[in-house]
């Protein structure tokens, strides 16, 4: 079974300037998750997707990030623009949507180490 | 906001002795979930612990979850160098999960 895809793995840009990162699933996976993982941090939720609808953007700081999933498997976050505080690891999940159970266990991508100067 | 508190933030050991990490919640957690994360890697699931003072065994790792489902822990028996990486709870509210700041273990051989 193929893992989280995620391109590209690392980036560098200059403050202000715009990025974009991508994210595959695995199939079959409904919900989708993205991450920011500060050094020595615990990832921190940006933004959850059941499918291509928004379950939870409670701390996407919307006026630099936004992200889609138009066709409810591959999705994209954008920041424009960013900050010097924006250089982080972006993970990438997924995972079976919780129906019966209290939840399912996430799988991550390899993420993309964004560099910011 | 809700936070999941995490202890120590690194340990060093000999390997051979035993790891402990904890951690702490200040309300009530619909369950918690362990991921390890090696260097340079990403998280990868261990377990899911849902029931009051659940205890499940993965080889050398036991995990707790307390009576009030507010802590948990992962415990080490006999340290190996493959067990370097950064441990983290991930405690669930919600439907929400908030994931603790991680212990970073290293093993000396």
């Known amino acids: 079974e193929a893992g989280v895809a995620q391109s590209p793995r690392y980036k560098i840009i200059e403050k202000r300037q715009s990025v974009a990162f991508w994210c595959n699933p695995i199939?079959?996976?409904?919900?989708l998750y993205w991450y920011q993982q500060i050094l020595g941090q615990g990832p921190k939720l940006l933004i959850q997707?059941?499918?291509?609808?928004?379950?939870?953007d409670s701390q996407l700081p919307k006026d630099r990030f936004s992200a889609e999933r138009l066709k409810g498997v591959d999705s994209t976050l954008k920041i424009q623009p960013a900050k010097l505080e924006d250089s982080a690891v972006y993970l990438c999940?997924?995972?079976?949507?919780?129906?019966?159970?209290?939840?399912?266990?996430?799988?991550f991508g390899p993420g993309t180490r964004l560099t910011v100067t | 906001g809700q936070q999941v508190m995490q202890i120590p933030q690194y340990q060093h050991v000999q390997e051979g002795e035993d790891f402990t990490t904890y951690c702490n919640s200040s309300?009530?957690?619909?369950?918690i979930q362990w991921y390890k994360q090696r260097p340079g890697g990403h998280p990868v699931f261990l377990i899911q612990?849902?029931?009051?003072?659940e205890v499940k065994k993965q080889k050398r790792l036991t995990f707790q979850f307390g009576e009030a489902k507010k802590n948990s822990s992962l415990h080490i028996t006999a340290t190996q160098t493959t067990d370097v990486g950064t441990y983290f709870c991930?405690?669930?509210?919600?439907?929400?999960?908030?994931f603790g700041q991680g212990t970073e273990l290293s093993v000396k051989p």
């Open positions: 999940a997924s995972s079976f949507p919780s129906v019966t159970r209290t939840s399912y266990e996430q799988y």
């Open positions: 199939s079959g996976h409904a919900t």
């Open positions: 997707f059941q499918n291509n609808g928004v379950v939870d």
């Open positions: 309300t009530t957690l619909s369950n």
């Open positions: 612990l849902v029931k009051s003072g």
């Open positions: 991930a405690g669930r509210y919600w439907g929400k999960l908030i």
